[in-house]
């Protein structure tokens, strides 16, 4: 099942908050391929957001992979909630604790995928011992806690290095924060292939006017799948 190909997660930070169920069904109708949900807690990162009631929520609105990043600390204590409320994925980072093996045991051990998301400023070398018990390394390519920030461009390299750090093993590398036409094939060419876009995916569309979604979502798949020759 595993494979490399280019998958765009719209992240529901940039819906409208009113009208969550009926976006996501909208992305997804749109050609999204995976749902890319962000649970803050007001604590590792200065803002906050929702949590395993509203993923529970969504579930049924959700046909693909529910993809939880979870920008929250302490994690562990809330697992078991996301796992239980359908998460697919779900992401932990390593900064947001001192056990982050700990942790991702408990994400497999609960019968679900885990990643690992690293912020701008840790060396992709923080998750080279994680690499055998991941399915996924999120490199976060602006510091997490708010949509529509620059794409810090200085991580390139980084992904570069995780790319040959992570080998064969079949480990996705997703890249959250400023993914956009432009930058996507940056990512796409060093290794990326989940591409999580917020912003770029939703504007200029809404629940009654869904087309504008496809249609971004098609030009960021396209740049990214370009810069793969
Ligand atoms: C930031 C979140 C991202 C964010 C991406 O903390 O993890 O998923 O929503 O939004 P854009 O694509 O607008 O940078
Ligand atoms: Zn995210």
Redesign the pocket.
């Known amino acids: 099942m595993f494979d490399r190909s280019i998958k765009i997660a719209p992240?529901i930070?940039?819906a409208d908050f009113a009208n969550f169920g009926a976006e996501c069904r909208a992305i997804e109708a749109q050609g999204a391929d995976w749902v890319?949900v962000?649970v803050m807690d007001g604590h590792f990162?200065p803002n906050l957001t929702f949590g395993p009631a509203m993923c529970a929520a969504l579930r049924p609105h959700i046909k693909g992979v529910m993809d939880v990043?979870l920008?929250i600390s302490p994690v562990d204590a809330y697992l078991e909630a996301f796992a239980k409320a359908g998460a697919d994925v779900i992401s932990a980072h390593v900064e947001a604790g001192p056990h982050i093996h700990r942790t991702l045991q408990a994400i497999r051990a609960l019968g679900k995928k885990a990643g690992v998301a690293i912020n701008p400023g840790t060396p992709v070398e923080a998750v080279a011992e994680l690499l055998d018990m991941v399915d996924m390394v999120c490199v976060?390519t602006?510091n997490?806690?708010?949509?529509?920030?620059s794409f810090i461009e200085s991580q390139i390299p980084k992904i570069a290095r995780l790319r040959q750090l992570i080998g064969d093993r079949p480990v996705h590398i997703e890249i959250?924060?400023?993914?956009t036409t432009a930058t996507a094939p940056l990512v796409a060419k060093v290794g990326a292939d989940v591409l999580?876009?917020?912003?770029?995916v939703f504007k200029g569309g809404s629940v009654d006017n869904p087309a504008p979604y496809g249609a971004n979502i098609r030009a960021i798949r396209t740049a990214a799948e370009a810069a793969l020759g």
């Open positions: 992240s930070l940039a890319h962000d990162v990043h920008m976060m602006v997490p806690g708010f949509g529509g920030q959250d924060g400023g993914i999580v876009a917020g912003s770029a």
